[in-house]
């Protein structure tokens, strides 16, 4: 709506990307501020409680907070993003999709655990993996067909290594799948997801509104694809609704995001990396995310063919619980690994 605005009153402020994404920013965290509440009381009046994994005894207390949080500021995301964005760009449109899409997915998950109230009775594993398959793969197929680059591009190098061409897309869907799963692990504590996403909202934001300025992206020695920095107005619109997300998700937390917020957040953080050429330093953005799947890959290899546990339990978050660290201090600890990580990540813009 700003955007069609501005170019039918001739309103220049709201041409600008930056100032559109400021205000999607406060839309989506008022409009969850303020929706949150009404919708804890309903799902405490309904019992959308989340259920708890028996092999985590130490979260018995959290047995009956309220779950399927994202779907709150997810909401308010999109509506912030409708208000805001131009819809007539293609990556907005893609971008909107990745988020609805991986968003239902979750929502599926947890509607399954919440009827039947068992942790492990949402969507198959199978089930789940085929239904994120075919969102990334709508979404990746998609940008091949309409001519995106697929260079691929390595930290400190000005110049793509090669060019994918439509390997890329299986490429892609991988980094769809990895990133939503990641994220899905590591929301598994009071706020330990929801901060670490916001910083890596703000370092890909950063990255996607250079990579869609031609200015910027030429001081800078990046590529510069023309419209994806119109993506940055969902971004920040995320970032603002997960901010207000965290009024009510910080320890101890009131609400839980579910598979519906978590899922969502990794498979448009995965976007946001693909649009900004940026896949491999996703590692060092989503530190934490990755950590936390590094630990279960290795607690479940070493399991499997040496009989012996590397972790008093996987995800890593549940190996300081049982060594007797204090909720709070993991997850502050935590966040601090995850801001250091996307300081150095923004750093390598100036070493290429």
């Given at each position: 709506m700003l955007y069609e605005l501005a170019t039918l009153l001739d309103i220049n402020l709201f041409t600008y990307i930056s100032v559109r994404a400021g205000f999607a920013f406060f839309i989506a965290f008022v409009l969850t501020l303020f929706v949150m509440p009404r919708y804890l009381?309903?799902?405490?009046?309904?019992?959308?409680?989340?259920?708890?994994?028996?092999?985590?005894?130490?979260?018995?207390?959290?047995?009956?907070?309220?779950?399927?949080?994202?779907?709150?500021?997810?909401?308010?995301?999109?509506?912030?993003?409708?208000?805001?964005?131009?819809?007539?760009?293609?990556?907005?449109?893609?971008g909107i999709f990745t988020l609805v899409g991986f968003g239902f997915v979750g929502y599926a998950d947890d509607i399954g655990k919440i009827i039947k109230q068992n942790n492990l009775e949402g969507l198959s594993a199978k089930g789940k993996m085929i239904f994120l398959f075919g969102v990334s793969a709508v979404v990746s197929v998609a940008l091949v067909a309409t001519d995106f680059s697929t260079d691929f591009y390595i930290p400190f190098f000005k110049t793509p290594l090669f060019e994918m061409d439509y390997f890329a897309v299986f490429f892609w869907i991988f980094i769809f799948l990895a990133t939503s799963n990641a994220v899905n692990l590591t929301d598994g504590l009071d706020g330990l997801?929801?901060?670490?996403?916001?910083?890596?909202?703000?370092?890909?934001?950063?990255?996607?509104?250079?990579?869609?300025?031609?200015?910027?992206?030429?001081?800078?020695?990046?590529?510069?694809?023309?419209?994806?920095?119109?993506?940055?107005?969902?971004?920040?619109?995320?970032?603002g609704g997960l901010l207000g997300f965290l009024w009510y998700n910080c320890y101890p937390a009131e609400v839980f995001m579910g598979d519906t917020g978590s899922l969502a957040i990794g498979g448009f953080?995965?976007?946001?990396?693909?649009?900004?050429?940026?896949?491999?330093?996703?590692?060092?953005?989503?530190?934490?995310?990755?950590?936390?799947?590094?630990?279960?890959?290795?607690q479940v290899g070493s399991f499997r063919y040496l009989g012996k546990r590397v972790f008093l339990m996987a995800p890593i978050h549940h190996h300081f619980e049982l060594k007797k660290w204090a909720e709070n201090k993991i997850i502050v600890r935590f966040w601090m690994i995850s801001f250091l990580a996307n300081i150095l990540a923004l750093i390598t813009f100036k070493f290429r």
């Open positions: 009381s309903w799902a405490i009046s309904k019992k959308a409680n989340q259920p708890i994994s028996k092999y985590v005894p130490a979260h018995e207390g959290k047995r009956h907070t309220p779950t399927m949080g994202g779907a709150i500021f997810l909401g308010a995301t999109l509506i912030a993003t409708l208000l805001s964005a131009n819809l007539q760009n293609l990556f907005v449109v893609l997801a929801t901060v670490p996403s916001v910083m890596a909202l703000v370092s890909l934001s950063v990255i996607i509104y250079v990579t869609g300025h031609a200015i910027f992206s030429e001081y800078l020695l990046v590529p510069n694809i023309k419209g994806v920095g119109e993506v940055t107005i969902i971004a920040s619109a995320l970032a953080l995965a976007y946001l990396a693909i649009l900004g050429k940026s896949e491999v330093l996703l590692l060092l953005i989503g530190l934490i995310f990755v950590i936390e799947t590094v630990s279960v890959i290795l």
